[in-house]
């Protein structure tokens, strides 16, 4: 009977292995930063404007890649984000200080800043 432990404490750890990680409240400013769009005239937007901001805590945006910190703000619905984005929100400025970005360049910005990292391939 006892030796039940030793099968579900290595159960345990496994499944935090699995969801114990980015999605959580882990995600480092580092690993924030480290994060860039794919497209790359989408990433110089990004990197040129929105990344001063959601990769660093002190500026109490949201962090790009951080579930729990988008969760919140995507429950608004995109279109009230992109308003908010655009009028200015806060303590963030009209357009987050970028005068080049389209609306659907806000969109997708702010899609990807709420999408949490994929689990590294190893
Ligand atoms: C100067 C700093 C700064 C920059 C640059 C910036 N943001 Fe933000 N952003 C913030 C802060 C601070 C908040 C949190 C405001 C609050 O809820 O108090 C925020 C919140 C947001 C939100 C959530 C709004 C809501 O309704 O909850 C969105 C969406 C967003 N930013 C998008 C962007 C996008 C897209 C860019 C780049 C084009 C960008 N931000 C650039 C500081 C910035």
Redesign the pocket.
């Known amino acids: 009977m006892h030796n039940l432990n030793q099968f579900i404490a290595p159960a345990l750890a496994a499944l935090c292995l699995a969801g114990c990680g980015a999605g959580s409240s882990s995600l480092t400013p580092a690993q924030s930063r480290a994060l860039t769009p794919a497209d790359p005239d989408l990433a110089a937007?990004?990197t040129a404007?929105?990344k001063?901001?959601?990769t660093v805590p002190a500026?109490?945006?949201?962090m790009t890649g951080s579930a729990r910190a988008w969760g919140v703000?995507m429950n608004?619905g995109m279109d009230?984000?992109l308003e908010?984005?655009i009028s200015g929100?806060?303590?963030?400025?009209p357009?987050?200080?970028?005068s080049d970005?389209s609306e659907s360049d806000?969109r997708d910005?702010?899609s990807f800043?709420a999408t949490p990292p994929q689990p590294a391939d190893s």
Do not use: D, E
Not at 59 to 62: E, M, V
Not at 95 to 98: A, H, K, P, R, V
């Open positions: 937007l990004y404007s929105c001063a901001c959601h500026s109490r945006a949201p703000r608004k009230r984000l908010n984005t929100y806060k303590g963030m400025p357009m987050g200080l970028c970005c806000l910005l702010i800043m």
